[in-house]
């Protein structure tokens, strides 16, 4: 699209400033360099701040006190021995036992595998399914996440080091957007230190003064930045830029099987660069919603039935559209089990 065929589309867009829409490039309300030079990023990522400690403190009743402090702390959780034995042992047998069709994704030196946890997949997975509707994981995801929502679930596997060639995009320090958001990984094989173990900067959920500055220059020329996540709203920083935000060295999070690992994702964060080969399995779960709603339900019921059909018909809008070409993005990729070699 041309610049100014892009400006027909501005009062579709200035609702998009009023929801969790995130793109310098694709909106030009939101990208517009004259109306952040005026603070515009800067008033909607205070705004959503402020809002979405609101709702964590409405739902502060769902997590320990503890909980609450840490994650207030590191805008991180990790909780180890997170299900009884015996349900672990359940959950992974379930999860080893599938086979089913799956979407897959390379990206540099790592490729993806995604198994949708859905109204489609679940209903055969018992434990599974007890799993994540239990209070313990959802009461977290609605605390970090700061909305009651059943998040969106996947098995998510990362090969890291498949073949030779650069990072993914993700092992670079990024934030995944402007506003409050929760994504976790509940892992099943062990992450070593050594491997793509999630790596996050502790107490980066909440702005300083200098990242609010930071901020506001990255929005200035976000759209036309030379990096595309940056351009689509999720700024990227090098590791010399976080060192002058004053913030705490990163961690990187080796955990043993059955550790949850929950965090705020608005926070800074990467994949953990790999030494060598590595395959890390988990149940992936992530939840977004309009970061200025007061309140911590959701707009549109949630009806378990119809959990991923949505997303799963997009999904075969996009496949139907690719009409057989090599699939250069995500794709449906046939029948596989959470560890099927790349
Ligand atoms: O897989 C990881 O360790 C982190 C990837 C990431 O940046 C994300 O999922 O937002
Ligand atoms: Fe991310």
Not at 77 to 92: N, R
Request: hydrophobic share 45%; with cysteine; charged share 20%.
């Amino acid at each position: 699209m041309t610049s100014w065929t892009k400006w027909l589309w501005a009062p579709l867009h200035a609702f998009g400033v009023a929801t969790q829409a995130k793109s310098f490039r694709d909106n030009v309300v939101i990208g517009s360099p004259w109306l952040n030079r005026h603070g515009l990023h800067v008033w909607r990522r205070r705004a959503a701040a402020r809002m979405g400690q609101r709702r964590r403190a409405a739902l502060a009743g769902l997590v320990s006190a503890e909980d609450a402090a840490a994650f207030a702390r590191d805008g991180y959780l990790i909780k180890p021995d997170f299900l009884a034995p015996e349900v672990f042992a359940a959950l992974q047998a379930e999860v080893s036992a599938l086979e089913v069709p799956a979407r897959e994704f390379v990206d540099g030196y790592t490729f993806t595998r995604l198994i949708p946890l859905d109204s489609v997949s679940l209903p055969a997975m018992q434990a599974t399914r007890a799993v994540v509707a239990s209070a313990a994981y959802q009461n977290l995801h609605a605390y970090v996440g700061s909305f009651r929502r059943f998040p969106r679930l996947s098995i998510q596997t990362i090969f890291s080091r498949f073949r030779e060639d650069v990072p993914d995009v993700q092992s670079h320090y990024h934030s995944d957007t402007f506003h409050p958001t929760v994504k976790s990984w509940l892992y099943l094989t062990e992450v070593d230190a050594a491997a793509a173990a999630f790596t996050y900067v502790p107490g980066s959920h909440v702005a300083n003064r200098r990242r609010m500055a930071w901020e506001r220059r990255v929005s200035l020329t976000a759209r036309e930045g030379s990096d595309r996540l940056t351009a689509e709203g999720s700024m990227r920083i090098s590791e010399a830029e976080l060192h002058r935000l004053g913030y705490p060295a990163p961690r990187k999070l080796a955990v043993a099987p059955n550790t949850l690992v929950i965090a705020d994702t608005s926070g800074f964060h990467r994949r953990g660069i790999s030494q060598s080969q590595a395959c890390r399995i988990s149940i992936w779960a992530y939840s977004r919603s309009n970061p200025f709603l007061p309140f911590v339900g959701s707009v549109l019921p949630d009806v378990p039935a119809l959990r991923g059909r949505l997303s799963r018909a997009v999904w075969a809008v996009l496949e139907a559209a690719r009409r057989g070409k090599p699939a250069r993005g995500w794709h449906w990729a046939g029948v596989r089990r959470a560890d099927t070699p790349p």
